[in-house]
C-alpha cells in the first residue's frame, strides 16, 4: 500500500501498487482484496482509479476487515475481475450516477467516457455534505445530500437532470433499484456478498427478472437494470458483524 | 497414485463447489492438482436459493448455494468434452431426491468421455429433500450407494456428513454396498442472525459451515472413517496449508480436496501440492503415500 487520502467524512482512497490490475483494468470491474492475519474471506472493492502502476480503492472503515486494511501496509489483490461498463460512443452524453462508496465506480468510467469524446454529468450523492466524495471528473457536477445540506435536498437519482443521456449507476441497492424506474436500460454496478469473486463459489447470486441467478463477480457485476428482479436482491449487506 | 478407481495425478483434489465445472480459477497452476470434482449435480437444472447465499464466520463461512447448476443433459453435452482433454481426473458429484433418481443420474453419466469418476453427495445440507437426510442413515446411505453401483461400471466414490453419532458405522455400511472410496467431509450445519433485520443472514436460514473452523472436526471424523473400512478415504475440511493436508494424510487418508482455500488464494491447491512435495522430500518418501499412517485398528 502506497498511500491513504481522505475524500470525505470517515471515507479514504488508498492506492496500491498492482502493476498488472493498473495495466488491464476497465471501468466497473474490481479486485478482490485480503489480509492474512484478518478476516478469511477476501473482500471486493471497485477500482477508483488506476495510474501507471498504482490503482486506488476508496474505502469506510465500517467493519473490522476494513479497518484492518486502512492500517495495514500490505495487502493481498486478485483482480482485475468481473465486467464493467460498456460505453456506446455514439450514445450521447453521459451521466455518472453515485451515491455513497458507488462513487468508487466512476471516475473510470469518466475517463473512458471523455475518452471517446462523450459528455460527462457527474452526479453524486451521500447522507450529509460532508459525507459527500470531494473528488470529481466531468463536464458538469451535481450533487446530492438527502438532509439538504449541500446542493440538491434528495437522493443523486432524483437530482440527474432530465435530458437524455447514458445512465451508469452505483451505489445501494435501494438506490439502484431507482436508478431501474427511472431508465431501465441504465447500466447499474452491484453490490453482493462475494465469496471468491472468480466464479466458483455462487455466493454472489443476482436474481434476474428472466428467473434464475447469475454471478455478480463473473457475468456482473454491471447490468442493464432492467435485468435485474429487485425484489429479490438484498438491499442492504452487513459485514460488519463477521469476523 | 490410484485412489479408489481413479489415477489421481497428485494427492490435491479440487473439492466439489468450489472449482465450478473446472473452467473458472484461471491462476491456478493446473499441472500440480490431483484431481477435480465437480459442483453436485442433479438430473435437472437447479436454480438454487436465493440471495444471500453466504456469510462469514469466524475461521469459516456458511453457504447455502440450494445446488445450483445446470443439470445432467447440459453437464454431459457442455462441460464433458472439455474435460476428456485435461490431463487431470473429473469426478461428478452426483445428487438426487430417492434412489432411483441417484441410480438414473449415475447411468446418464456411465461411458460418458471425460467423467472419471462420480463421488455420490448424501451429505448436502442445502437442499430440502435428500442430501444429508440419506447421509446420516446407514440403511439409506447403502441403498444410494447401491443404486448408484448398479447402474454404473465408474468408480463410485461417497461423500459422508458429519452430522452423525458415529462415522464409522455409515463408512461401513456404503463400503459394504460397493463405494470404491469415501470423501469424508461435507459441511457442518450452521446458522447466522442479522441483528439489524433480526432474521436469519441466509435465505436459506441455515447453512454448510466450511474453513479453518471445521478442520479438527474433520480430521477427527477422516480418521475415525479410514480406521473403520479398507477402502481409501480422502479428507475434506478447512485444509489452507500444506501442513493442514500433511495432517489429513497421517490420520490415514490417501488424499485431500481443498474447498474453501480456493476461494480465498485461487493458488491454495498448487501451494499445498508443492509442500506436500518439499515434506516428503525432506523425509525420503518417494512419494505422498509413503508417509507413515497413524491408523490404529480397534
Known amino acids: 500500500m502506497t498511500g491513504v487520502r481522505e475524500v470525505a467524512r470517515e471515507t479514504f482512497v488508498i492506492s496500491l501498487a498492482a502493476p498488472p490490475v493498473a495495466a488491464s483494468v476497465r471501468p466497473g470491474q474490481f479486485v478482490m482484496l485480503g489480509l492474512n492475519p484478518g478476516p478469511l474471506l477476501r473482500r471486493p472493492f471497485s477500482v477508483y482509479r488506476a495510474e501507471g502502476d498504482l490503482i486506488e480503492v476508496i474505502l469506510k472503515p465500517v467493519g473490522s476487515g476494513t479497518r484492518l486494511l486502512l492500517a495495514s501496509g500490505a495487502v493481498s489483490c486478485v483482480g482485475p475481475l468481473g465486467h464493467g461498463f460498456s460505453l456506446d460512443p455514439a450514445g450521447g452524453p453521459v451521466a455518472l450516477v453515485s451515491g455513497g462508496l458507488g462513487v468508487a465506480a466512476m471516475p473510470l468510467a469518466a475517463r473512458a467516457a471523455r475518452s471517446l469524446g ?96 447469475d454471478r455478480a463477480c463473473s457475468e456482473g457485476p454491471v447490468y442493464r437494470a432492467a435485468d435485474v428482479l429487485w425484489e429479490r436482491l438484498p438491499t442492504h449487506l452487513h459485514y460488519e458483524a463477521s469476523a | 497414485m490410484i485412489v479408489g478407481g481413479i489415477e489421481l495425478r497428485g494427492p490435491v483434489m479440487a473439492a466439489s463447489g468450489t472449482f465450478g465445472y473446472g473452467t473458472e480459477v484461471p491462476l491456478l497452476d493446473r499441472r500440480k492438482l490431483g484431481g477435480m470434482v465437480s459442483k453436485g449435480i442433479f438430473l435437472r437444472p437447479r436454480p438454487g436459493t436465493p440471495p444471500a447465499r453466504i456469510v462469514e464466520t469466524p475461521a469459516g463461512m456458511l453457504n447455502a448455494i440450494g445446488l445450483q447448476g445446470p443439470g445432467v443433459e447440459s453437464l454431459v453435452r457442455d462441460y464433458a468434452p472439455l474435460w476428456a482433454g485435461w490431463e487431470f481426473p473429473v469426478l461428478v458429484n452426483v445428487n438426487g431426491e430417492s434412489a432411483e433418481e441417484y441410480g438414473e443420474l449415475a447411468a446418464r453419466l456411465d461411458g460418458v468421455a471425460g467423467v472419471a469418476g462420480l463421488e455420490i453427495n448424501v451429505s448436502c445440507p442445502n437442499v430440502d429433500a435428500g442430501g444429508m437426510y440419506f447421509g446420516n442413515d446407514p440403511r439409506a446411505a447403502a441403498a444410494v450407494t447401491e443404486a448408484v453401483r448398479r447402474r454404473t461400471r465408474l468408480p463410485v466414490w461417497v461423500k459422508l456428513t458429519p452430522a452423525v453419532t458415529d462415522i464409522g458405522v455409515i463408512a461401513r455400511a456404503v463400503e459394504g454396498a460397493g463405494a470404491d472410496a469415501l470423501t469424508c467431509i461435507n459441511t457442518l450445519v450452521g446458522m447466522s442472525i442479522d441483528l439489524h433485520t433480526l432474521k436469519p443472514r441466509l435465505s436459506f436460514r441455515t447453512g454448510g459451515l466450511s474453513g479453518p473452523a471445521i478442520r479438527p472436526i474433520a480430521l477427527h471424523l477422516a480418521h475415525q472413517a479410514a ?72
Open chain 2, 227 to 298: 480406521r473403520a473400512v479398507k477402502i481409501p478415504v480422502v479428507g475434506v475440511g478447512g485444509i489452507a496449508s500444506a501442513q493442514d493436508a500433511l495432517e489429513f494424510l497421517v490420520a490415514g487418508c490417501r488424499a485431500v480436496q481443498v474447498g474453501t482455500a480456493t476461494f480465498v488464494d485461487p493458488q491454495a491447491i498448487a501451494r499445498i501440492h508443492d509442500g506436500i512435495t518439499e515434506f516428503c522430500s525432506k523425509r525420503d518418501y518417494a512419494s505422498a503415500d509413503e508417509i507413515p499412517r497413524y491408523l490404529p485398528r480397534d
Open chain 1, 118 to 213: 462523450l459528455r460527462v454529468a457527474w452526479v453524486h450523492g451521500a447522507r450529509t455534505a460532508d459525507e459527500l466524495c470531494a473528488e470529481w471528473e466531468g463536464e458538469e457536477v451535481v450533487w446530492a445530500t438527502d438532509d439538504g445540506s449541500r446542493g440538491f435536498h434528495g437522493t443523486a437519482v432524483g437530482a440527474v437532470p432530465s435530458v437524455s443521456m447514458q445512465v451508469l449507476a452505483c451505489g445501494p441497492n435501494r438506490m439502484l433499484a431507482a436508478v431501474a424506474d427511472r431508465w431501465p436500460e441504465a447500466q447499474v454496478a452491484l453490490e453482493t456478498y462475494m465469496g471468491c469473486g472468480t466464479g466458483v463459489c455462487l455466493g454472489c447470486a443476482v436474481p434476474l427478472a428472466r428467473g434464475g441467478y
